[in-house]
């Protein structure tokens, strides 16, 4: 029965493969500066993140309008769109001041996740 203090023959051999390919990868690769790298695509992502909720938002936004614009004129009910509009304006409103709180929460995280892997 093999004792679980001393390392298997897997581990030997994955550190010695790991020690080869260390060997063989070239200095410039390993001279990257891969934190700064990490840190540039996060950002990235973050940004691309944002801009794709930003813009599905408005698609859906933008389809719902339409939508209740032909209901309300199936039902021959055309008053209801001015109210409609004023209670959009006023939701937009809200929502936007919310998403600018919550984007500038998670950018102070953000910066404090990079200050912390640095």
Known sequence: MADHNEPNEVKLKIGIMREKLKETVPIM?????????EHILLERLLNLAQEAVKWSLVLFLIFSFVSDVVYTLSINRELIIPVGLFAG???????????????????????FVVSMLS
């Open 89 to 111: 304006c006023l939701v937009a409103d809200f929502v936007k001041e919310i998403s600018q709180e919550l984007f500038h929460r998670s950018e102070v995280y953000f910066e």
């Open 29 to 37: 690769v390993q001279e990257f500066p891969w934190k700064k790298a």
